[in-house]
């Protein structure tokens, strides 16, 4: 196991993000979809994310166990910040949604682990999470203009803002009440 994370803190911390990134849709529509809007081209947005994704990979890369791959570890740690700092060179279009496809794809790993070979029938939520992360992440990576597609068609009519953002708050409801009677 590479992360020490148990399914009740994954699911609170799970639903307690889904709550913080939902909620504000619902309170501020105008100025979250302004921010948004804006978001697939902010290069400071890119340099954070893409910087937060660097911080992860390079602390998995340094402590997980990789068998018969560890005489990979020390090249691959010089490596990645190469790497980094070659995409934050070359790669200025989209960089911040590519960035975050990144980051989902890294935030789905714990999740899957925590619900591994656990028997209660509601860890399929994070699990369903975790598979929509991966999906959402190999395409943001990708095709980053989806996001900015995804973005603009859910921002065209007030009723379909709300209905998105009121399904991830429910879902992230629902997965902390999990965590709290179920986990």
């Known amino acids: 196991m590479i992360y020490d994370l148990s399914l009740q803190t ?3 911390i799970t639903g307690i993000v889904l709550i913080l990134l939902s909620v504000p849709g619902l309170v501020k529509p105008g100025p979250v979809q302004n921010w948004l809007k804006r978001f697939p081209r902010s290069g400071i947005a890119g340099v954070v994310l893409l910087t937060l994704t ?4 390079f602390w998995l890369l340094a402590t997980m166990e990789m068998g018969e791959f560890s005489s990979f570890r020390r090249p691959l740690m010089v ?18 949604v590519r960035a975050l496809g990144i980051l989902c794809l890294l935030a789905a790993e714990p999740l899957l682990e925590a619900a591994f070979f656990r028997y209660e029938t509601s860890r399929l939520f994070l699990t369903v999470l975790a598979y929509l992360l991966i999906v959402a992440g ?3 990576v990708t ?5 900015r597609d995804q973005i603009n068609w859910s921002a065209h009519s007030s009723t379909r803002w709300r209905t998105i953002h009121g399904i991830g708050a429910a879902y992230g409801l629902t997965i ?7 986990y």
């Open 143 to 147: 095709m980053p203009y989806l996001l």
């Open 138 to 140: 190999l395409f943001w």
């Open 176 to 182: 902390l009440a999990c965590a709290f009677t179920q």
């Open 54 to 57: 660097l911080v992860w990979s």
């Open 10 to 12: 994954g699911g609170f």
């Open 79 to 96: 490596v990645l910040p190469i790497g980094y700092v070659l995409v934050l060179r070359f790669v200025a279009e989209f960089l911040a």
